[in-house]
């Protein structure tokens, strides 16, 4: 008699152990999303990160040199140095 509640007891914290394993916080379908959301996230950090080092890379460069202020400023803002003539050429 002894034997069978040993046993059964024993079935019961398996079952119990199982249960937690499969259904439970950490289960393994949990840890499976938890490494898809991390992996994800290292894409979604690895394409941030590459737009801050171009952003940087702009700062550094307006910074540094009057090229790029003055690239900018002709072909975003229209603007030509004085006794300069800005002539329009269209192709059709």
């Not at 140095?81 to 002539?87: A, D, G, L, T, W």
Request: charged fraction near 25%.
């Amino acid at each position: 008699m002894v034997n069978r509640v040993v046993c059964v007891t024993l079935l019961v914290l398996l079952a119990a152990i199982h249960a937690q394993l499969w259904l439970g916080n950490g289960s393994m379908a949990y840890v499976q999303d938890l490494h898809r959301q991390i992996q994800e996230q290292y894409a979604a950090n690895a394409l941030e990160k590459s737009e801050n080092d171009r952003l940087e890379s702009e700062v550094n460069d307006l910074k540094d040199g009057l090229s790029t202020v003055e690239e900018k400023a002709r072909y975003e803002l229209g603007m030509v140095k004085p006794n300069e003539i800005y002539i329009q050429v269209s192709k059709r």
